[in-house]
């Protein structure tokens, strides 16, 4: 066994590694700048975190995923390896910790941190005296403005790396158009050109398109017809709550799922899905990030997404055992002018931004030369309601401004509570003597949590009410302990916080000096355009779904999958792509201003009688063609 399949299994407890992981691992081991493509449950984190620890220092993990960052920690800590995030919400002291221990304590092995961080001059100045094995770069086609997330703080990696030349780069993304793997590797200051790629294809998920114009009813009718647990993917709050009440109220067992809800909420949700106590999470793209659920047989798109990048990934999450799943996108003739609307709600006029990042600052009460690496709680129900701004012009205005460098906006802080003894021992000692009320609650910290006299560590408040074992002890009370700890300057106590985040990564600007680059603005506007139309082609188009999808990412020579809607329609209609165009087309005409019987429409075209028959009947079955109580046959709108 080499060195890397001894640590797989020692942390892991996995004996081999999966396909193309050890060639990239080995790749970063030598030395060289590495790029990866490996699609969603790939398991992308495994080729950094594997040649990361069988180095010495510290891997530098760059993510614009808090909430991934966090998750990938937490498994780090659980395992017995110390690592550290630094993320929107935390205190500057808390970071200065945390950059600290990195610096200091040879054992320290990961920082995860967002990309805007980057640009911080006390975070360079400590990167500096860090000993770098390895900095990896997640989500990596963000990078690239022609990347369907671009994120311009990336394009500081290369300076970044000047400060730490001998550390080798892997970028690691599932979806990448030939374009973006170019500039990936441009934007990064590779030193030589190296792209692993693991193919896109799953051969076990069949992908399809259903037209219908009762989604509910259809969402009911596969979740009937597919065996096992699913996600179904909706566009906005509401609908995840009326489509889990549809389904709870028809048998199934379902719940819902957003970034609206609390993080004991959400936790709780998944958890229940990923034990299979649910057994359909309805879901915004919120949900999915980093979970990890083998067993997913569905994932059914009730609304349009933005781009093939976010459906490839969100469909993926569909049959990671490698057993037969299902991804399924219902799709009606208005959707795609929905989509459109997005266009506008994404990219508000460069006056509105303006005039939203005003009143953000104004709401927050930043005032002008201020701010700078500041965080705010942001209610963004209250801020709509006091200064009349639409919610999805508030949202693609912060993204925009966020994009540009101005902030930093955490929808879903998903934040624990946080403490740290900022005496020594001997201190906490006599403070204990005195303190005989508080002397219980220390001892019970002490015990529940290790580390807390070197770093800040999460804590539950209400797990610690039961660690007391005493009657009348809740969470409210712990939570008057903590503070009375904090007061008397035995603790810094950092509560949870539920409500987004917003973090100035610049100090509050004059209106005329916000700049917004065509690369930031007109250019992305017109690439979202791009992606959302090539959405619905696919959605539309009457061709292999695998087919369009991998050659959207890149390959060529795709042969058709034999598996998705279009090809089982076409074995099961045995013609040619063109045959099947033409009697489609001549149906339409010949039913166009009238209505007919089966035999007169077969009567009436010179195509075989058979084959046009089983056209029909797929029209039918599509819903493409109705009959009426006196069996003629019409078009459907």
């Known amino acids: 066994m080499s060195k890397y399949t001894d640590i797989l299994e020692k942390y892991w407890g996995y004996k081999s590694f999966r396909p193309l992981q050890e060639e990239i691992i080995t790749s970063v081991g030598e030395g060289r700048d590495t790029l990866a493509l490996m699609p969603t449950g790939g398991g992308k984190s495994i080729t950094f975190q594997v040649p990361a620890l069988a180095l010495s220092g510290v891997c530098v993990v760059v993510t614009p995923l808090i909430a991934l960052m966090k998750d990938q920690v937490e498994n780090l800590r659980s395992h017995g390896i110390k690592a550290y995030a630094i993320y929107t919400g935390m205190s500057s002291w808390e970071i200065k910790i945390a950059l600290e221990n990195c610096a200091n304590d040879p054992d320290t092995k990961f920082l995860y941190c967002s990309p805007e961080r980057l640009s911080s001059s006390a975070f360079r100045d400590h990167l500096k005296r860090m000993q770098v094995n390895l900095l990896a770069i997640d989500e990596a086609h963000c990078i690239s403005q022609w990347g369907y997330d671009f994120r311009p703080h990336y394009l500081q990696i290369a300076q970044i790396r000047k400060l730490i ?188 931004v303006r005039e939203v990042y005003n009143k953000v600052c104004d709401y927050l009460q930043v005032p002008i030369e201020w701010g700078k690496d500041r965080s705010f709680d942001f209610n963004l129900a209250d801020f709509v309601q006091k200064f009349h701004v639409e919610p999805n012009i508030a949202l693609g205005s912060l993204s925009i401004l966020q994009q540009a460098g101005y902030l930093e906006f955490d929808a879903d802080p998903k934040n624990s509570s946080r403490i740290m003894f900022i005496v020594d021992r001997d201190d906490l000692y006599n403070y204990q003597s005195v303190n005989a009320d508080e002397e219980d609650f220390i001892r019970v910290l002490l015990r529940s949590y290790t580390g807390l006299f070197s770093e800040y560590r999460p804590i539950d408040e209400a797990q610690l009410a039961k660690n007391m074992k005493k009657e009348n002890i809740g969470r409210q009370q712990i939570y008057e302990f903590l503070k009375k700890l904090a007061h008397d300057r035995i603790i810094d106590y950092i509560p949870q916080k539920k409500l987004p985040q917003i973090y100035f990564t610049e100090e509050r600007l004059a209106t005329e000096a916000l700049y917004f680059p065509p690369s930031i603005y007109l250019d992305r506007k017109k690439l979202f355009v791009e992606k959302i139309n090539a959405v619905v082609k696919y959605a539309t188009a009457d061709r292999c779904r695998v087919q369009m999808l991998l050659e959207y990412f890149g390959m060529s020579n795709v042969r058709p999958c034999g598996t998705c809607d279009h090809c089982l329609r076409k074995n099961f209609l045995d013609i040619s792509n063109a045959q099947f165009e033409t009697m489609l087309m001549d149906i339409r005409q010949s039913l166009a201003d009238s209505k007919k019987t089966i035999t007169d429409l077969v009567d009436g075209l010179n195509h075989n009688p058979d084959t046009l028959l089983r056209v029909i009947r797929w029209m039918m079955d599509n819903k493409q063609l109705s009959q009426n109580a006196d069996n003629l046959l019409f078009l459907n709108k």
């Open 165 to 352: 030349p001998d550390a080798p780069v892997l970028a690691v993304t599932a979806t990448a158009t030939p374009l973006v793997v170019d500039d990936i590797q441009k934007q990064l200051d590779f030193k030589q050109k190296n792209v692993f790629r693991k193919s896109f294809e799953r051969p076990n998920l069949t992908y399809m398109v259903r037209q219908t114009e009762d989604k509910p009813q259809y969402v009911l009718k596969i979740i009937n017809s597919i065996p096992g647990t699913g996600i179904v993917y909706a566009r906005s709050r509401n609908r995840t709550k009326e489509y889990a009440d549809f389904l709870c109220q028809n048998g199934i067992s379902a719940d819902f799922y957003h970034a609206g809800l609390s993080p004991e909420e959400r936790d709780l949700k998944q958890t229940q899905w990923k034990l299979g106590n649910t057994r359909v999470i309805v879901a915004t793209n919120a949900f999915g990030m980093g979970i990890d659920k083998p067993d997913v047989r569905f994932v059914i798109h009730v609304d349009l997404p933005d781009s093939l990048e976010a459906y490839f990934q969100e469909a993926g999450r569909g049959g990671r055992d490698e057993k037969r799943a299902y991804a399924v996108m219902l799709y009606q003739n208005r959707d795609s002018s929905k989509l459109s609307q997005r266009v506008d709600h994404n990219y508000p006029d460069l006056q509105t």
